[in-house]
């Protein structure tokens, strides 16, 4: 296949089963074995991290436990993680992607994959692309899928297409014929609890949610934003940038530990609230933005699980970490468990100088204009009453 011409070309380079595929570079008699990366403990209650394709063959799955693992394969092999090691094979893959030109555009959504920007290769991208698999996988011996599109979230789409080691084309014109077909929940960012939810609406593809006739039953039971930042999806618009001088390690978090189990989950997401209200407040004072948000759940055995999620668009607003952290928690809660903490952070922050923000042509833009008389307000209070005496939240 060969590219049209187009304004950009970007590509979303997706690491398989990477810690596995680590752990199999280093030592080749794992090649062709079950195996998951998951803490060991004398009653296998740690939780896999990543399990590799053979593992898969019998349903074994991340987050799963180990003793669920073993009951599905007996010949499962476990291996504790080595994290310095995956950051070492993580650096040698931005690296080797920096190599690739001068100035290219190289952003890491996460350690195990990324976004490059290879416009200035134009037709040449698809060859480009199959130089980068195969380089990726003599030099360090990792295997990758590759998505190509006009912007980032159609090569991401792409990038699950084919795995492993697959490469995808995806233009705006084939999504009727490539993408809507798919189910809704391959939709990036519909987590598991909300596709059944759509289904229940009769939402079962992605192309249903952009018939005309559903619009006002999604918009009546998920709101307006869910409605347009998805519609938007499936007409595979996305004006992001790739951005390639972010600062991984820098964050913004917190938590708050319970003085005993909690079950209730309106509590939780009360919480959260507050929680993502801190941020928001401590990003906005910063004048930061985030790209990557995440929640922390500790239940009361102990067990502690971690997920995050890269945005589509920076943002230091609360209402929209608040929204995208429920999002994460309602994905990987476990109800029948009591919680003892519960958290949310953010990373890859960015100064709000720095970002060049496109309005969508969703976008309400009396409320943009409300929001912003708003702070303006708050500003002035707080210049005669003192600094910091009133903030901005969410109810």
Not at 11 to 28: G, K, L, Q, R, T
Not at 49 to 73: F, H, Q
Not at 247 to 260: A, D, K
Not at 374 to 379: E, F, H, L, N, V
């Amino acid at each position: 296949k060969k590219l049209n011409k187009i304004s950009k070309i970007i590509f979303h380079i997706d690491m398989n089963c990477f810690y596995c595929s680590c752990e199999i570079a280093e030592n080749e008699d794992l090649s062709g074995k079950p195996i998951v990366v998951a803490h060991k403990d004398i009653i296998d209650r740690g939780i896999i991290l990543s399990p590799s394709y053979e593992a898969r063959k019998y349903g074994i799955k991340a987050t799963m436990k180990v003793s669920e693992a073993k009951r599905l394969c007996k010949d499962i092999i476990v291996i504790e993680p080595r994290m310095e090691l995956y950051h070492k094979y993580s650096q040698d893959f931005y690296n080797y992607l920096l190599s690739l030109a001068k100035d290219i555009k190289v952003e890491m959504a996460s350690c195990d994959e990324a976004y490059v920007d290879v416009s200035q290769f134009g037709t040449g991208a698809v060859e480009l692309a199959s130089k980068i698999q195969k380089d990726i996988y003599e030099l360090y011996g990792l295997p990758c899928s590759i998505g190509i599109a006009p912007n980032k979230f159609l090569a991401k789409m792409a990038s699950d297409m084919k795995k492993p080691m697959g490469i995808t084309i995806l233009r705006k014109r084939d999504l009727p014929e490539v993408m809507w077909p798919l189910p809704i929940e391959d939709l990036m960012g519909i987590g598991k609890k909300t596709a059944p939810k759509l289904k229940y609406l009769g939402i079962n593809r992605i192309g249903d949610f952009v018939k005309e006739e559903n619009k006002e039953k999604i918009i009546l039971e998920f709101g307006k934003q869910f409605y347009e930042s998805n519609y938007e999806k499936c007409l595979g618009i996305d004006n992001s940038e790739v951005v390639g001088d972010y600062v991984l390690s820098s964050s913004i978090s917190g938590s708050n530990t319970f003085m005993e189990d909690i079950a209730n989950v309106d509590v939780l997401y009360s919480t959260l609230k507050v929680i993502c209200n801190s941020i928001a407040y401590r990003l906005q004072k910063d004048k930061q933005l985030a790209l990557n948000i995440g929640v922390q759940i500790r239940y009361s055995n102990f067990e502690t699980i971690n997920r995050s999620k890269t945005l589509i668009k920076e943002t230091n607003d609360e209402y929209e970490l608040y929204r995208r952290c429920k999002e994460v928690f309602d994905d990987y809660y476990d109800d029948t468990k009591g919680v003892r903490l519960i958290g949310a952070f953010t990373n890859r922050l960015k100064k709000e100088s720095e970002v060049n923000k496109q309005i969508s042509i969703f976008h309400d833009f009396d409320n943009l204009e409300k929001d912003q008389k708003i702070k303006t307000i708050i500003a002035d209070i707080n210049k005669t009453i003192g600094k910091e005496s009133l903030k901005k939240g969410i109810k």
